[in-house]
């Protein structure tokens, strides 16, 4: 018999891997289940799509009793509460327990609806949406992570209060199980390995699906981000790299060479570098540090043309923050934006100070001018058309929330000094993994490339 439950529980993983899959492959349900809010209808198409499979797979249990493994309503149930909330989670605990009533297990809709309710009630403690999509089926690294939060700053991690929740609702099914048989399926062994892998099974059935979905999503947000990146570079080159900004350029070169030609050689190696990186199309993230130099060629132009009375910078960069990887070309609109709309208009010039800082594992980017400031309030994330700011900036607040979602902030108001001050905060954890995606995809289109 344990042989038997051993088998089923390898085969339901399968079964939840092959649901997930298939799921994921309709452009509808990947609508429904990204959307960061749903209507009822939404709510209930998803409930429809979700949990169908699974409430088929509890009726061929029944029709075909030596398969088991079909049966994966606890996974369900709260996939979709954690998924899609509340009122998702009971609607999809009742379509996964009509089977099981008809067939005369009467404790399957009450136990599902109140594991759905536990799982939608945890979806609304999540202080941040990401913890959800994170939840990983591999439990010692759950475990190592929430051991590394909690010992220098004691607190209740989700991700560890999800994992004790899909512990204690499968407890409760075993003991129901075991004392009403007839009435509520469960897997049940007086081998305590057995019980082990029982449970471990359903943290692995409801983890599978969260991380191929999430892998989906992932990818989904890859596909946006480069063609944002693409549009940013396009402006880059329209707004910097256009006939002015090179005659300019060229035109301060040529004044240099006779009478300073190592400051007119430095600029052509600047100009040189920024049009090399422009056109760079492989690094969709890069440290903090190579972002800083990049928009250090840039200045050092600019302060040459404008003129080192008109034009100063001041850096602040923890160097904590430096390695911290970010998307590619994201500090150079916010700096051409400072002295575009900031400092030009200002007969006697005016400064721009860069800082950077690591605090409560997320980094924290401002660039701060001193210029003429904005006419309107402040804004979050929405700069187009705000203050006089331009379509970059709006671009670059679109792929931080592609990227990162709510979790990503991109603040610009008038500074209390006087000019503007833009703050940009993403969590670094998080733009380590997006970014470590980014290079798998990248890796993976090459080599289908060569192929």
């Known amino acids: 018999m344990d042989k038997l439950i051993l088998i089923t529980l390898l085969i339901k993983l399968g079964v939840a891997a092959a649901i997930a899959s298939a799921l994921i492959r309709a452009r509808e349900f990947q609508k429904l289940l990204y959307a960061e809010d749903r209507t009822i209808a939404q709510k209930i198409y998803l409930v429809l799509f979700m949990c169908l499979p699974f409430a088929l797979g509890v009726e061929v249990r029944h029709g075909a009793p030596n398969f088991l493994a079909a049966d994966l309503s606890l996974e369900a149930v709260m996939l979709m509460g954690v998924m899609g909330g509340q009122f998702a989670g009971v609607v ?3 379509v996964c327990s009509l089977p099981a009533m008809l067939h005369g297990e009467y404790l399957a809709l009450p136990f599902n609806i109140f594991a759905a309710f536990v799982a939608g009630t945890l979806r609304s403690y999540a202080s941040d949406i990401e913890l959800i999509w994170s939840f990983s089926p591999f439990v010692d690294l759950s475990l190592y992570r929430w051991i590394r939060k909690v010992v220098p700053r004691p607190k209740i991690d989700w991700q560890i209060l999800f994992f004790v929740a899909i512990m204690l609702m499968q407890l409760l099914r075993w003991e129901l199980g075991r004392l009403f048989p007839k009435y509520i399926f469960s897997l049940n062994s007086a081998n305590a390995w057995i019980v082990a892998a029982i449970f471990a099974t359903v943290v692995l059935c409801i983890g ?3 991380k191929i979905w999430n892998n989906t999503r992932i990818e989904l947000k890859l596909e946006e981000q480069e063609r944002l990146l693409l549009n940013a570079r396009m402006e880059a080159l329209q707004s910097q790299i256009n006939p002015h900004f090179l005659f300019n350029t060229l035109n301060s070169i040529s004044s240099l060479v006779r009478f300073d ?12 570098s920024i049009l090399r990186r422009l056109l760079r199309k492989t690094d969709a993230f ?10 250090d060629d840039y200045l050092d132009i600019e302060v040459v043309r404008f003129g080192r009375d008109k034009l100063r910078v001041v850096k602040d960069l923890d ?8 998307p590619s070309m994201m500090l150079q609109p916010l700096v051409e934006n400072s002295i ?9 010039g005016g400064s721009i100070i860069i800082r950077s800082r690591v605090e409560n594992d997320r980094l924290l980017v401002e660039v701060e001018d001193d210029g003429v400031g904005m006419a309107g309030g402040a804004f979050l994330e929405k700069p187009s058309g705000v203050g006089g700011t331009g379509i970059g900036m709006a671009n670059v607040a679109e792929r931080l929330k592609v990227l990162f979602g709510e979790t990503s902030k991109l603040i610009v108001n008038n500074s209390p000094t006087g000019g503007t001050l833009v ?29």
């Open 319 to 326: 160097p904590n923050s430096l390695d911290v990887l970010v």
């Open 340 to 348: 575009k709309h900031g400092l030009s208009p200002k007969v006697e």
């Open 423 to 451: 703050q940009i905060s993403v969590p670094i954890y998080q733009a380590n993994e997006v970014a470590q995606g980014v290079s798998g995809l990248l890796q993976e289109a090459r080599s289908n490339t060569l192929r």
């Open 261 to 272: 030609p190592d400051t007119a050689r430095g600029l052509i190696v600047k100009l040189a």
């Open 92 to 94: 999809g605990a009742i």
């Open 286 to 295: 890069i440290p903090l540090s190579e972002e800083v130099e990049f928009i």
């Open 208 to 210: 599978i699906p969260i």
